[in-house]
């Protein structure tokens, strides 16, 4: 089992900057990639970024890619996400993932572990 706790959400302006965190314990050493995803109210929780624990390959939705980046250190155990430009549009709840193999890191169906979730808003 993998457990993951997030930490780093908060209610910011529009332009603002936020870095989440998402620490992982337990079997680290199965983990292949993990994820960012994230979940407003009365939606689907969609993708938002990935990366691949030992190479540090990278993926982001059209939606954040040049305004968030995700990044891990192994040492740590931690990958973290680091938002800026933060529009209205962002605000939700944002759950880190860990996933065990290769494979479609953009389905929330491929992490079987989920952390419980970060609360952003984002208000202009």
């Known amino acids: 089992q993998v457990q993951l706790v997030e930490s780093g959400g908060g209610s910011v302006q529009v332009g603002d900057s936020l870095r989440l965190s998402c620490a992982a314990s337990?079997?680290?050493?199965?983990?292949?990639?993990m994820g960012w995803f994230r979940q407003a109210p009365g939606q689907e929780r969609e993708f938002v970024a990935a990366i691949t624990w030992s190479a540090g390959s990278t993926y982001y939705a059209d939606s954040v890619k040049g305004r968030f980046t995700i990044s891990r250190d192994n040492a740590k155990n931690t990958v973290y996400l680091q938002m800026n430009s933060l529009k209205p549009g962002d605000t939700a709840v944002y759950y880190c993932?860990?996933?065990?193999?290769?494979?479609?890191?953009?389905?929330?169906?491929?992490?079987?572990?989920w952390g419980q979730g970060t609360q952003v808003t984002v208000s202009s």
């Open positions: 993932a860990a996933r065990s193999s290769s494979g479609r890191y953009y389905s929330r169906n491929g992490y079987p572990y």
């Open positions: 337990g079997r680290t050493l199965s983990i292949y990639g």
